[in-house]
T-cell receptor, first 114, second 116 residues
Framework: DSGVTQTPKHLITATGQRVTLRCSPR?????VYWYQQSLDQGLQFLIQ???????AKGNILERFSAQQFPDLHSELNLSSLELGDSALYFC?????????????FGPGTRLTVL | AQKITQTQPGMFVQEKEAVTLDCTYD???????LFWYKQPSSGEMIFLIY??????QNATEGRYSLNFQKARKSANLVISASQLGDSAMYFC?????????????FGSGTQLTVLP
């Protein structure tokens, strides 16, 4: 158990809908990262938050947005869903010190868009 | 250009034998970190081992060791005494320059199957 929690574990929805994925980082970790894992794109970085502020953006679509709250949990909002958004969405957290600054991953949310 | 290349889509190893999973990387940053993660069929991503670009020694964690050859830009994972539970997808990842962005770039993965 990495200490990172994600809910829900599975999500099935229809095209055009909006969903929210939730992540709670490990205790003490200030950084939260969101990644998408799909068969065709592999594992791709979406966005990073550090202590409530957006730190970096990757290949995140405009239909997607995220935020990190004062208690450091984060939410990833996916709207106007398309079939191609079906993927495993991971949240990871790190303490963001020098050196390894290892990212620990949550169990993921498997999103299926029908 | 691919930043992380894993050239072995699938590997087989006999139980109790050692296996090496290949990873090459491409970066011009002098400071970077290399990571290996394991993804079993259940889907979670499990951190295995880390190697910093300035680390003089190869990293080791139990049965896992990282064969770091900086000049060749390779960071191969060695698993000794393979166990059936090692069957999984293995990803090599890199974090470049410790600036404000600290995201990981992943390779395409190697599916390891341990045979009894």
């Amino acid at each position: 158990d990495s200490g990172v929690t994600q809910t829900p574990k599975h999500l099935i929805t229809a095209t055009g809908q909006r969903v929210t994925l939730r992540c709670s980082p490990r205790s003490g970790d200030l950084s939260v990262y969101w990644y998408q894992q799909s068969l065709d794109q592999g594992l791709q970085f979406l966005i990073q938050y550090y202590n409530g502020e957006e730190r970096a953006k990757g290949n995140i679509l405009e239909r997607f947005s995220a935020q990190q709250f004062p208690d450091l949990h984060s939410e990833l909002n996916l709207s106007s869903l398309e079939l191609g958004d079906s993927a495993l969405y991971f949240c990871a957290s790190s303490v963001e010190l020098r050196g390894a600054d290892t990212q620990y991953f949550g169990p993921g949310t498997r999103l299926t868009v029908l | 250009a691919q930043k992380i290349t894993q050239t072995q889509p699938g590997m087989f190893v006999q139980e109790k034998e050692a296996v090496t999973l290949d990873c090459t990387y491409d970066t011009s940053d002098p400071s970077y970190g290399l990571f290996w993660y394991k993804q079993p069929s259940s889907g979670e991503m499990i951190f295995l081992i880390y190697q910093g670009s300035y680390d003089q020694q190869n990293a080791t964690e139990g049965r896992y060791s990282l064969n770091f050859q900086k000049a060749r830009k390779s960071a191969n994972l060695v698993i000794s005494a393979s166990q059936l539970g090692d069957s999984a997808m293995y990803f090599c990842a890199m974090r470049e320059s410790p600036g404000s962005a600290r995201q990981l770039t992943f390779g395409s993965g190697t599916q390891l199957t341990v045979l009894p």
